[in-house]
């Protein structure tokens, strides 16, 4: 017997001899146990994958192991990743099981030392395929498989594109003050140069260049009129250029009449986009130096509407300086936007000037993000516009999706897309997606909107395959088909069958509810018409493409003549025994639908004797308990009109025969006697196949089989002991087996002794009747579990005594566990592998019309010793 893992072997070695025992070689353990060789072998690996061999002596068996490793699921899908040329990607998958096999592939598989581009890591249950720097070449569909499992993840690499997050602002700066131009781009590693008026700028004492993260700043220390100019931002390695200007603001010193009314000096330029209007991107920081003149000095006022501004410090204030009177906005919010009014004022007069301060901003994300309509690999997205465009143009939107339960976004458009409805392509079929949406102004990008609602691209199955007309009656048509070749992960749920009169092209549906099975009987139908039909297959995701049929199909029933098909093992004659069920299950064909009738031996079938179910293809004939009447001549008739067909069936029942009769003994010579009868009166409904004889002394009568199948009513016992008288007894036989009873021999055989001449001397009769006594007593054993044993006695007493072996004090009935023998007065009690419940105090008791006697002994049962833990 071989043990390994799931598969078990056996092979069993005839050897009663053979001992018990147990071999181990490390993870191989071999035993032995009466006839049964058992090899177990532990920890099964695949390089336990071969045949094994069983030898003893000449004979040997064999059998093969199959090892396989157990299937490894793959719990966390691969995720689609959407990156620009030198980004790093990482396609992570989850399997079920630590140190599992996994293959990654591209178009093929990919290993470590081949593919030096490619890194792979190895995390518990975590697998990566990591690519340092994706280029254009990397783009592709890539794969993870495991024995268990697939997971497939789409890489798509766009060229690298640099945005502009924040421009450079015009600058207006007076002598001797600091001059900053501040740049953001998206990505914080690239560097660049500056330039003014088409030269190189170099740092200086004056002059410092910075680069933190993604800002880039030149500042100018001491500004001087010689540093007005063009100043221009170049990012290395790309086609793109920031630019602005810095106005030097001369202060000339003009010396006025001691009144002179006040005037406001408003210089804008760098700031103003049309008449009386500044746009500030919200965050940033807005300073208006605005120049006042007048003698005496004027009073300033500045004003967001009816609200005066008179705050020195804090995030919206103004600074007065000679000549000066400076309004900042630190970090621009949505509500400074607004008009605001400067007012100065000195005994000479006043001047007054409003400007309109707009606020932009990014847009507010757009709103109600869903999924219209699905195809195979495609989904149809609309949204609504964002309620605020952030006080900027719309330029169009950007896209992102993910699998769902997946952390990891993936873009689907770098350049802005400017409609509300966009077609996402290249898809899995059957994977849950969730989609997002940013809008995009010429300040920047929203905030990305609510996940729209999980959807799954699904198709359509394809049409369904070879449909054809089953049959067809006045009224009906049965139509049958197979399945879609393909269906796709939106599974099936079930088919519409339609029809038309030919010439029309109105299609009725046939069936109110969807057909689940690959076959329907459209009811109902005019008669004679010719009628088209089709079959659509129907999902989820709406109807296949219609199966059609080439020709309209005439409804009009066609005349089939009737016919039986009787199975060929009724053909001949059907026998079964008393007692058992008959359940015949005659197919016959014909149309319209035939009338089938039964009857027996001429005669209508009694309906209370014989069930019978017919329908449209078979007739059915039941039996729950076959008995003799049953017995006869069956025939089904079968008929349409004038037209009929029949078909009989001889069934008989049979038992078992009576005895044989008039069992004599009518000869005996030498050794032999001859014995004769006659066959049974009742042979059970079947033919006599023979009879069993046997024979018995009169002193012991303990039966002996003398034949076995004797076909002839006579036979001749030979053998037989001279002195000896003997009886005889006779079964008869048929297919059902021998009679419940034998027959005895009306008369015994005598085998005289020959050649001798007794003479007979007078003796008195001793009488040698005596009470049981047993002469050997039953002797205490211990023995070991599992192995067969026996306990003995032996008595004497006359009449012959009955025997009666108990376990503690309790009767031990026809239990085969033990086999009680009795050999001329030696009594043993054979026990058949002990266990440890069989251990106890057996006795004896042997009992005649005299009186008893007893005897007993106890057996202890030994657990066998384990070699491995000693």
Known sequence: MLRAQHQIQSCTLFDPQSASSTCHFSRYVMESLGNVRTLTINRTSLADDAAYECVVGDDKCFTEVFVKEPPITITKLMDDYHVVVGERVEFEIEVSEEGAHVMFFEDVELHKDKDTKFRFKKDGKKHMLIIPEATLDDIGMYHAWTNGGHTKGELEVEEKQLEVLQDIADLTVRATDQAVFKCEVSDDKVTGKWYKDGVEVLPSDRIKMSHIGRFHRLVIDDVKPEDAGDYTFIPDGYALSLSAKLNFLEIKIDYVPRQDPPKIHLDTSGNMVSQNTIIVVAGNKLRLDVEITGEPAPTVVWSKGDQPITEAEGRVRVESRKDLSCFVIEGAEREDEGNYTIVVTNPAGEDKAVLFIKIVDVPDPPENVKCTGVGEDTATIIWDAPKFDGGAPLKGYLMERKKKGSSRWTKLNFDVYDSTTYEAKRMIEGVLYEMRVFAVNSIGMSQPSLSSKPFMPIAPTSEPTRLSVHDVTDTTCSLKWLAPEKIGAGGLDGYTIEYCKEGDTEWVVANQELCERQGYVVRNLPVGEKINFRVVAVNIAGRSPPATMAQPVTIREIMEYPKIRLPRELRTKYIRKVGE????????????????????????????????????????????????????????????????????????????PGPPVNVRATDVWGFNAALEWNPPTDDGNCEITGYTIQKAEMKTKEWYTVYEHNRRPNCTVSDLIMGNEYMFRVYSENLCGLSEEPRHSKNTAVIAKTGLELKQNPYKEKDVCCVPKFTQPLVDRSVVAGYSTAISCSVKGFPRPKIIWMKNKMIIGGDPKYLMQNNQGVLTLNIRKPSTFDGGKYSCLAVNELGQDEVECKLEIRIPTDPDKQ
């Open 581 to 656: 069920k008959i359940n015949l299950v005659i197919p016959f064909q014909g149309k319209p639908r035939p009338v089938a009738t039964w009857f027996k031996d001429g005669q209508p079938l009694d309906p209370k004797m014989v069930n019978v179910r017919n329908s449209n293809i078979d007739s059915i004939l039941f039996i729950r308990a076959a008995e003799r009447e049953h017995s006869g001549t069956y025939e089904l008739v079968l008929k349409i009109e004038n037209m009929e067909d029949r078909a009989t069936i001889n069934i008989r029942i049979i038992e078992k």
